[in-house]
């Protein structure tokens, strides 16, 4: 069974840093790309980040670009989740997703709540 | 960026209605279109990929179409375990962007 699980998630003052990590397992963690997802309260989805499978490629939306660095550990089967300079807009849910070749997100975790505010 | 255009923004139905949603994107996606299911505190759940293609569990009863610009995601005979809210997601293009979401409410 493919599981995700997230953590790291917490309250921070705007400005700080915080990093997510999401477990993974049931499946070949280093065949597949992964992605970070988030969802601010009651509103929608956005794509946060994408990594290839080797960890050499990544992918942001101006949103976060040069904030957020996403990573990951193939042996430990474990994707992060870098947070700089967070602001009260990153306040969301943050979920890690398995993504396939093409790139849907096939498989996600609960979620990790963040929270912004000083 | 392509826009997913989605609607209606929230949706009532009976048990045992047929409903659809529509997602328009702001340029051709080529069929990269998927729909996702999410319950309320929960993870989403990919239903749909590749526009019409289940996914394995998903019931029949879900279906989905388009070409182009225009797509769209059906639920035959609501069930009340349906009741949720459902995302379109296109995947042709970074950055990948989903719709507005659609909340499916019992009349």
């Known amino acids: 069974e493919v599981q995700l699980v997230e953590s790291g998630g917490g309250l921070v003052q705007p400005g700080r840093s915080l990093k997510l990590s999401c477990a993974a397992s049931?499946?070949?963690?280093?065949?597949?790309?992964m992605a970070w997802v988030r969802q601010a309260p009651k509103k929608g989805l956005e794509w946060v980040a994408t990594?290839?499978?080797?960890?050499?490629?990544?992918y942001y939306p101006d949103s976060v670009k040069g904030r957020f660095t996403i990573s990951r550990d193939n042996a430990k089967s474990s994707l992060y989740l870098q947070m700089n300079s967070l602001k009260s807009e990153d306040t969301a849910t943050y979920y890690c997703?398995?993504?396939?070749?093409?790139?849907?997100?096939?498989?996600w975790g609960q979620g990790a709540s963040v929270t912004v505010s000083s | 960026d392509i826009q997913m255009t989605q609607s209606p923004p929230s949706l009532s139905a009976s048990l045992g209605d047929k409903v659809t949603i529509t997602c328009q994107a702001s340029?051709?996606?080529?069929?990269?279109i998927a729909w996702y299911q999410q319950k309320p505190g929960k993870a989403p759940r990919l239903l749909i990929r590749?526009?019409?293609t289940l996914e394995s569990g998903t019931p029949s009863r879900f279906s989905g179409s388009g070409s182009g610009r225009d797509y769209s995601f059906s639920i035959s005979n609501v069930e009340s375990e349906d009741i949720a809210s459902y995302y379109c997601l296109q995947y042709v293009n970074l950055p990948y962007t989903f719709g507005a979401g659609t909340k499916l409410e019992l009349k």
């Open positions: 590749y526009t019409s």
């Open positions: 997703a398995r993504q396939d070749l093409r790139g849907v997100m096939d498989a």
């Open positions: 340029q051709n996606i080529n069929k990269y």
């Open positions: 990594i290839s499978t080797s960890g050499s490629r990544t």
């Open positions: 049931g499946f070949t963690f280093s065949n597949y790309y």
